[in-house]
């Protein structure tokens, strides 16, 4: 069973919105629960970037490139955080993971976001 495991990427246009998914179905629910968990993201080319961040007490922190059109959230008992991503655009196309704010846990394969112009 993976560690995490991203869903919900598709092909959307410009301006649309798109709802990620992140489980974690191995960790510990009293760990996930205090962890700080994070959506990354890599578009072709470039180095994996921080997009946003949710704390255990639910405090969000967010790239300056998504503020305001992002929102990260999570589900405790669902060990699942998500990430609402609206009036997407084209430089917004990369494939996007999830894990702790360290990186401390094993990469999942991530989820393709593709905005069209």
């Known amino acids: 069973q993976a560690h995490l495991v991203e869903s919900g990427g598709d092909l959307v246009q410009a301006g649309g919105s798109l709802r990620l998914s992140c489980k974690a179905p191995?960790?510990?629910?009293?760990?996930?629960?205090?962890?700080?968990m994070a959506w990354y993201r890599q578009a072709p080319g470039k180095q994996r970037e921080l997009v946003a961040s949710?704390?255990?007490?639910?405090?969000?922190t967010y790239a300056e490139f998504v503020k305001g059109r992002f929102t990260i959230s999570r589900d405790p008992s669902r060990k699942t955080i998500y990430l609402q991503m609206n009036s997407l655009k084209p430089e917004d196309t990369a494939v996007y993971y999830c894990?702790?704010?360290?990186?401390?846990?094993?990469w999942g394969q991530g989820t393709q976001v593709t905005v069209a112009s």
């Open positions: 894990n702790g704010i360290n990186g401390e846990l094993p």
């Open positions: 191995r960790m510990i629910t009293s760990t996930f629960n205090s962890a700080t």
């Open positions: 949710t704390t255990g007490g639910r405090t969000a």
